[in-house]
């Protein structure tokens, strides 16, 4: 599997938990997988719009469906399409009790491996059965067509029993598929929802449930004595968890900043806006947050900031509390003093 | 080329849950301190790192980023990852002492399986074209796998309640297992399907956990313990991704990885099987006798911490060397689905 990274979006919900556990919150990750299908499966989901299945003649004859871009056994590229039929037979089944979301069909169903008559190779999919009674290997099934095919794996909704009748789908076709009208799919779409629960280290808990109460707190690493804020599982430097508590100012300086000035989706204030590294008084890393209530151009690095809070009943387990950072006027830090933070 | 040892293992308790962090600091702290511990060496000692896990356990886009903070990370440090089962890791850290770049490693796997729905979350490793959009849960696909073998006469549905009943007994003397204690065959088949023909017993538990394993080369970690693990094999194949291509009865990457292996004379095997009917599936692979033990720590099946069980068995491999209890001893990871990718390993004496 590869990393998530630049495909998640996070919906965190408040937070309910008992005071002496961790904080812990649903989260819900959701992202529509966007992904060209070249030739082989391009050609696969294009004859499933039109309601045909195509296999492809691997190099020792036999023929694969779903098609196989490359040879399992020589690992040649494979290009000759092979029509098969939208009728087989169940080669071997189990039984889900109760699906799980986005599972072709919600109510009790069999996954199984059905070999399509003129395939050699078996294809994945659900059999709607009513009950693990009535399937059997062997048994003859066929297609269930989408009442609207897009182009798209989906486009079986499952299989039935050969003569039995058409059942009602229960899960929604994925979107459609961009394409001219008219023009061959080139891409599918699979939309992925994953929900969490998601539970913040007891440190981060001490830190997230004193942001309620308006206090900031960090963790000194009983080792070195650095003060981290947010406090960390584990002291990056000695590898020991953070354990004395240290309530510290909400004062500070600038120690790097930028200034952004692009517009994206779902940001919350007018560029231009300056985003910063603001170092607490008596802490020793730095945490991003916004600095406002100056001109952009006028921010610059040891600038002292004090945070501007939220009014109090607004405040939740949150550094959204501090709605931003505002200069002080006081004198700026000297380099000397917080170039070892940068 | 230096030959590598195992000369140190430990693993956090496998649970169902754990209240704590999906990137598995908190498990990873204490563990570290015991390998550290058990062998003298401290984190300045360690000359490469490397750690497997999954963003998809977590939810969270490079989530194994926080559990380098368990390292302790700074001064920098020399690191990698794999998003496998942490043996996988292992082999990597085996080649950078086999090349001679350094002489010690500590490899690392963890996961909080509990944080989603584990059997759902897997199928975002299967084809993303056209199997994963149909959510296939892992479990429903290894009820096909068995299913398989079942109405081939490769084995019935009380040979596979006795691998569970055996794993069971056997867990009793593993600390870190999930499940253990004595359970009758009988009773095992009274018990309702989960997943047609697969029932509760059949299927590894949800577990959360994590492993970490040291390694030396041959000469330094004669000086670390008293009867160092050498890696004296390790080897790994995959399996066709397309499901219904293969034979899913066999374990072709299994049988190729035990073909490059001396595997005669192993006494103790720890085989990567999460369901009853894969450990018989890889025996065959590996061509097991009835001689050679199997799981005696009681195998995933009492405990599965994903993306550190794999790692897991080559630690409890390992130990049965570093204990003195077996000469040679042999090690089987696997990641995916249906025991699609395999990793093999024995480990011997140092002699």
Same mark, same amino acid.
């Given at each position: ?342 | ?206 577990? #959360? ?6 390694? +030396?080369? $041959?000469? @330094? *970690?004669? =000086? !670390? ?21 293969? #034979? ?6 299994? +049988?190729? $990885?035990? @073909? *490059?292996? =001396? !595997? ?88």
């Amino acid at each position: 599997m590869s990393c998530l990274a630049g495909k998640s979006r996070t919906c965190f919900t408040r937070n309910v938990s008992a005071p002496e556990l961790p904080l812990s919150a649903p989260l819900n990750v959701g992202f529509d997988y966007t992904r060209s299908v070249g030739p082989v499966l391009g050609r696969f989901v294009n004859a499933l719009r039109e309601r045909r299945v195509e296999g492809v003649r691997g190099s020792d004859g036999r023929v694969h469906v779903p098609p196989l871009e490359y040879d399992p056994v020589t690992a040649e590229a494979l290009s000759e399409f092979v029509p098969v039929a939208s009728e087989g037979v169940i080669v071997s089944w189990s039984w889900i009790a109760e699906p799980v979301d986005g599972q072709p069909l919600s109510r009790p169903f069999a996954w199984a491996l059905i070999r399509l008559d003129g395939a050699d190779s078996s294809i994945l999919h659900a059999v709607d059965a009513g009950s693990p009674a009535s399937v059997h290997t062997g048994q003859r099934v066929r297609i269930r067509w989408a009442d609207e095919t897009v182009g798209h794996i989906r486009d079986i909704a499952y299989f039935v029993p050969v003569d039995g009748p058409d059942t009602e789908a229960t899960e929604a076709p994925p979107p459609v598929a961009k394409r001219e009208e008219g023009a061959p799919v080139s891409v599918v779409i699979t939309p992925i929802h994953l929900r969490y629960e998601h539970s913040a280290s007891p440190e981060e808990s001490r830190y997230l449930r004193g942001l309620a109460e308006g206090k900031l707190i960090g963790q000194r690493c009983p080792s070195c004595e650095k003060v981290y804020i947010p406090p960390r599982g584990a002291c990056p430097t000695d590898g020991i968890p953070t354990t004395d508590e240290v309530e510290l100012p909400d004062t500070g300086i600038v120690t790097t900043f930028c200034i952004v000035n692009v517009p994206f989706l779902g940001q919350k204030i007018k560029p231009p806006y300056v985003a910063a590294y603001i170092l607490l008084d008596g802490a020793d890393i730095a945490f991003l947050h916004l600095v406002l209530g100056c001109d952009a151009a006028d921010v610059r690095m040891g600038m002292r900031v004090r945070a501007a809070w939220k009014p109090r009943d607004e405040w939740w387990t949150s550094l959204e509390n501090i709605g931003h950072f505002e200069p002080t006027g006081e004198p700026d830090a000297p380099y000397e003093s917080f170039a070892h933070h940068l | 080329m230096p030959d590598v040892a195992v000369v140190g293992f430990a693993q956090a308790p496998n649970v169902r849950s754990t209240p704590g962090t999906t990137n598995g600091v908190e498990m990873l702290v204490p563990i570290f301190a015991e390998v550290f511990e058990r062998t003298g060496l401290s984190k300045e000692d360690i000359g490469f790192w490397c750690s497997g896990s999954s963003d998809y356990l977590a939810g969270r886009a490079f989530s194994f980023i926080a559990a380098v903070d368990a390292i302790g990370a700074f001064p920098p440090i020399h690191e990698s990852h794999v998003e496998m089962d942490a043996a996988w890791a292992l082999y990597e850290a085996w080649l950078k002492i086999r090349m001679g770049e350094v002489d010690t490693a500590l490899v690392y796997g963890f996961g909080k399986s509990s944080a989603g729905q584990l059997r759902r979350v897997l199928a975002l490793q299967m084809d993303p074209y056209v199997v994963a959009p149909l959510w296939p849960d892992s479990v429903s696909v290894a009820g096909i796998q068995a299913r398989l073998g079942l109405e081939s006469g490769l084995w019935s549905e009380k040979d596979l309640a006795e691998v569970a009943a055996r794993s069971r007994a056997d867990a009793a003397g593993n600390p870190a297992a999930q499940l253990s204690g004595t359970v009758e065959v009988a009773e095992l088949l009274d018990a309702p399907y989960f997943a047609d023909p697969l029932r509760a017993h059949d299927i590894a538990p949800i577990t #959360d956990g994590a492993a970490v394993l040291v390694l +030396a080369s $041959a000469e @330094r *970690a004669a =000086d !670390l313990v008293d009867s160092p693990a050498v890696i004296t094999g390790i080897e790994h194949r995959v399996d066709s991704p397309a499901l219904g291509v293969r #034979d899913l009865t066999k374990s072709p990457s299994t +049988a190729a $990885a035990g @073909r *490059a292996l =001396d !595997l005669d004379g192993v006494e103790v095997a720890e085989l990567h099987a999460p369901f009853t009917h894969q450990e018989l599936i890889l025996r065959d692979a590996l061509g097991l006798g009835d001689q050679v033990r199997i799981n005696p720590s009681g195998g995933v099946l009492t405990g599965n911490p994903m993306f550190s069980a794999g790692l897991a068995r080559i630690g409890e491999a390992a130990n049965r060397i570093l204990d003195g209890s077996a000469r040679k001893t042999l090690a089987h990871a696997t990641s995916g689905p249906v025991l699609q990718q395999n990793l093999v390993a024995t480990l011997e004496v140092l002699s």
